[in-house]
């Protein structure tokens, strides 16, 4: 019996639900349907893939980032190691084409016999070999070889060498550089400017740069005078302390825990690589940027120095130190003579004459001034020697006339300010430019003895003034964080420069163009007159007291709290030489001649360099 038509067409339907919910497998060419449940769920996972391989990338990317900034800091110090070991080349084929001329010279003095005997010993000491070289370094380095096979096997650079700079595979220094005689270290070369210093330098208080890292203030002193933040409320604690003498622009305190050595990490700013590498110690012999040149854009590089940077006419090999004047008072201000015959001593209400050439002897004058119990902040000479102005924490100046039989006080020049910092003479001698407690800069006529004008701008004590050779400008700086420009001939002010610390000390390249600054904060800054480049210099562990420019504008010099006085290459910064005192060097000058350098420190004396070319 068969189904009827009806009970067939319902079984027809039921099949059809029943394939509507639950689908077989898709034939070929038939298209793929999901529901809105599977369709966001496979989205969610197509989403958290992404997510997971975004991740990743950025993982990976900041992986990359890192290694950026390992790779530039290791191109920085392979930089410097390369031109450090160019110069140490160039330096020792100079010694030893020297010792040549040197022998040649001395040969035909000596028998035939003795002759050939020197020249055939000379002969045999040019003969270095390859053996004899490793076994050199060997002997002063025992376990170079073995790291440098480290590296070599690695294809990394050396993290692992403590007492080594970072060397690469690339960078490592040809074996014949390694044994030129150095005494302690085989790259210890590169840890000073070549050139500078002699070995009986040490007597005269000159130090190699690897000892001047070593020599360092502690750190408990290096954080006590670290550079304050413009949000605290104590910015201006120079202008307040003036009157106890507290203040590091003029005196060191005797009490104050000396200086000790230590080969401890130095801040980031000592070596110069702050922007390109993470906090790390740094081997007391490792090569550090001190100079960088920053860009308008505020891009900061480390400076190649030209190869002529330490060497030429006009340009220091070191100073030696020649006399010291027993002052009894701190010594905050100094000045020598035109020509170089008399050096004047600046401490608590007198100011004493020297004779250069008798320092063991006792002052040829004494002159008494600013009520005798107020201490002198600078002393100037015009250039004809016959006058002398004084100024400090009182509100006159005095004028000496040093041509009489006796010098005596011939005009006394009184402002409205309570202190004088800084004083300046016009090239023709007719005026005198006193930078005041007030921010006010006065400008005096010397002839009629009176107050013709006053710069007013900043906006607190005028600290420090420079005039360029032609007279016709005037460059001052201050507390406030500013150094100004002024024109004089349209008595105006020109160009402002902020900074983001006090400025104690500054000076006009005489033969134009660069302006050297001495801050609060350590730093030596070299400003272009005209355009926006200029160079930051790091030597100083604490704030820049003074800084004078050598005639011939080769070359400057700067003291600090840190008891160290330092000779500069101009502009770029090269560093000369350097001096550690055993106080805080308050005040510099150097002689017409360029001849010498006399410096007043904080243990009540003035030192006299002799500057050796």
Not at 230 to 241: G, I, N
Not at 371 to 391: A, E, F, H, M, W
Request: glycine letters at 8%; charged letters at 20%; one cysteine or more.
């Amino acid at each position: 019996m068969y189904p009827s038509a009806g009970a067939m067409n319902a079984a027809a339907a039921a099949a059809a639900v029943a394939a509507a919910r639950h689908p077989g497998p898709p034939q070929p060419g038939q298209p793929i349907k999901f529901t809105v449940g599977e369709s966001c769920d496979r989205i969610k996972e197509e989403f958290n893939f992404l997510q997971a391989q975004y991740h990743n990338l950025k993982l990976e990317c900041e992986k990359l980032a890192s290694e950026k900034i390992e790779i530039q800091r290791h191109y920085v110090m392979y930089y410097e190691m390369s031109y450090g070991l160019n110069v140490e080349m160039h330096k020792q084929t100079e010694i030893a084409k020297r010792l040549n001329a040197i022998i040649a010279q001395i040969l035909p003095f000596l028998s035939q016999e003795h002759q050939q005997q020197v020249a055939s010993a000379v002969e045999r000491a040019k003969q270095v070999t390859m053996t004899e070289l490793n076994a050199i370094i060997g002997q002063q380095r025992p376990d170079l070889p073995r790291l440098l096979q480290q590296m070599h096997a690695a294809h990394l650079p050396a993290h692992g060498a403590p007492p080594l700079p970072l060397l690469g595979q690339g960078a490592l220094p040809p074996a014949g550089l390694l044994g030129l005689g150095v005494p302690h270290h085989p790259l210890s070369v590169l840890a000073k400017p070549p050139d500078l210093h002699r070995p009986d330098d040490k007597g005269n208080g000159i130090s190699s740069a690897e000892e001047r890292h070593r020599n360092s203030i502690s750190p408990g002193e290096r954080e006590k005078y670290r550079t304050r933040s413009p949000a605290e409320p104590d910015h201006k604690k120079l202008k307040k302390e003036e009157k106890d003498m507290g203040h590091e622009l003029v005196v060191d305190d005797a009490s104050e825990e000396p200086t000790s050595p230590h080969n401890g990490a130095p801040s980031p700013r000592e070596n110069g690589l702050d922007k390109l590498q993470p906090k790390k110690e740094h081997p007391p012999h490792s090569p550090r940027a001190y100079s960088f040149h920053v860009s308008a854009e505020g891009q900061m590089q480390p400076v190649p120095f030209p190869p002529d940077a330490l060497m030429g006419p006009g340009i220091p090999r070191h100073a030696r130190q020649v006399s010291a004047l027993a002052h009894g008072e701190v010594v905050c201000a100094v000045t020598v003579s035109s020509p170089t015959k008399y050096v004047y001593t600046g401490g608590k209400g007198c100011v004493k004459v020297w004779d250069i050439s008798q320092p063991s002897k006792a002052p040829v004058s004494q002159l008494d001034c600013l009520q005798r119990d107020n201490y002198i902040r600078s002393v100037k000479l015009l250039p004809d020697g016959r006058t002398l102005i004084v100024g400090g924490e009182a509100s006159n100046l005095s004028i000496w006339d040093l041509a009489s039989p006796t010098p005596r006080i011939k005009a006394e020049l009184t402002s409205s300010a309570p202190a004088c910092y800084a004083l300046a003479i016009s090239p023709d001698s007719k005026v005198c430019f006193s930078c005041c407690s007030d921010g006010n800069i006065a400008v005096w006529d010397l002839h009629n003895q009176t107050l013709v004008r006053q710069f007013q701008g900043h906006t607190d004590g005028a600290s420090c003034i420079d005039i360029s050779a032609d007279g016709t400008k005037l460059w001052t700086g201050g507390l406030d964080n500013t150094v100004r420009s002024w024109d004089l001939r349209e008595g105006r002010q020109l160009q402002q420069h902020d900074f983001s610390s006090q400025i104690f000390s500054l000076g006009y390249c005489p033969t134009g163009e660069w302006l050297a600054v001495g801050m609060e904060n350590s730093n030596v800054e070299v400003l272009h007159a005209v355009k926006p480049d200029k160079y930051q210099l790091h030597l100083h562990e604490s704030c820049v007291l003074s800084l004078r420019f050598a005639s011939c504008g080769k070359w400057f010099v700067s003291t600090g709290k840190d008891n160290l006085l330092n000779a500069w290459r101009t502009p770029y910064g090269a560093s000369i030489f350097q001096s550690k005192e055993s106080s805080s060097v308050l005040s510099c000058d150097i002689s017409s001649d360029d001849k010498y350098i006399v410096t007043g420190s904080g243990d009540k004396k003035a030192t006299v360099y002799e500057v050796i070319y």
